[in-house]
């Protein structure tokens, strides 16, 4: 793919421009984050936005179909779900392209083991910001509590919670910034121990092509080192909220700025 060449201005303005133009409350009408932000409990939160940003891949459109239907199985409280045990009942359907009911089992019984250790997931994640990984570290955290959750169990459902030493992790990434970020637009702002200066760019196929594109990223695997090198970018241009951007990189692949 044909990179070109954009002055640091010319990339800054584009940017903000396609920032401003997405982040905005119509966003929410298309886009997963609808799901958790139906809900007020902070727990019900945090168990919608796992799930939901779990089956984030594929078209849009089919994620929100995949989603509805996931939480018509967990009825009026996530939360409730999770903590009667309601995933027990689930059996081998499938919810979205390779998730199967299965997999959120295996993802809801780690949930439950969290919250009866910690009141909230956030927990999990800020308890390591003291280390170098920091959002690393807590990723690595969480998925630990889940298999650790799931030994009696096949452990093939874990491919759904990326491994951080393996992968770009973006779904954990996308649940982060939704859970963190606030700027009262689109993003939640639930957690307020972790600063948004501290989030890293959900990376996937689309976002690191655009990026590649406008001479943001060089690396040519998108794992995390492209994840460090993009979000550093991005950083320059905007220390403190470097994923609002985020937004932009995904306007500018809606738009079809390059054709």
């Known amino acids: 793919m044909k990179e070109e060449i954009y002055s640091e201005e010319e990339i800054k303005e584009l940017l903000d421009t396609m920032a401003a133009r997405f982040n905005t409350p119509e966003f929410i009408e298309t886009d997963p984050i609808q799901f958790p932000r139906k809900y007020t409990l902070r727990q019900d939160i945090e168990v919608s936005a796992f799930l939901t940003a779990t089956i984030t891949w594929g078209k849009r459109s089919l994620i929100i179909k995949s989603a509805s239907r ?85 452990a093939k459902s874990l491919k759904h919670i990326s491994n951080p030493d393996a992968s770009a992790c973006k779904r954990l990434h996308l649940v982060l910034k939704w859970l963190i970020r606030n700027d009262g637009i689109v993003d939640m702002g639930l957690w307020d121990k972790i600063p948004a200066s501290e989030l890293l760019i959900p990376l996937d196929v689309h976002v690191s092509n655009i990026s590649r594109q406008l001479g943001l990223l060089n690396r040519k695997q998108n794992d995390r080192k492209a994840v460090e090198e993009l979000t550093g970018k991005l950083k320059t241009f905007n220390e403190e909220d470097p994923t609002l951007y985020d937004f932009a990189l995904f306007g500018i692949g809606e738009s079809k700025f390059f054709k």
């Open 70 to 154: 996931m939480h018509d199985i967990m009825g009026m409280s996530p939360y409730d779900y999770i903590m009667g045990k309601g995933y027990e009942k689930l059996a081998t359907a499938n919810i979205h392209r390779t998730f199967f009911e299965e997999d959120m089992a295996y993802i809801c019984r780690g949930l439950h083991a969290i919250y009866r250790q910690y009141e909230s997931c956030e927990l999990v994640f800020s308890s390591s910001l003291s280390t170098d990984d920091k959002i690393w570290e807590g990723i690595r955290r969480f998925r630990n509590l889940i298999r650790e959750a799931n030994q009696e169990y096949d």
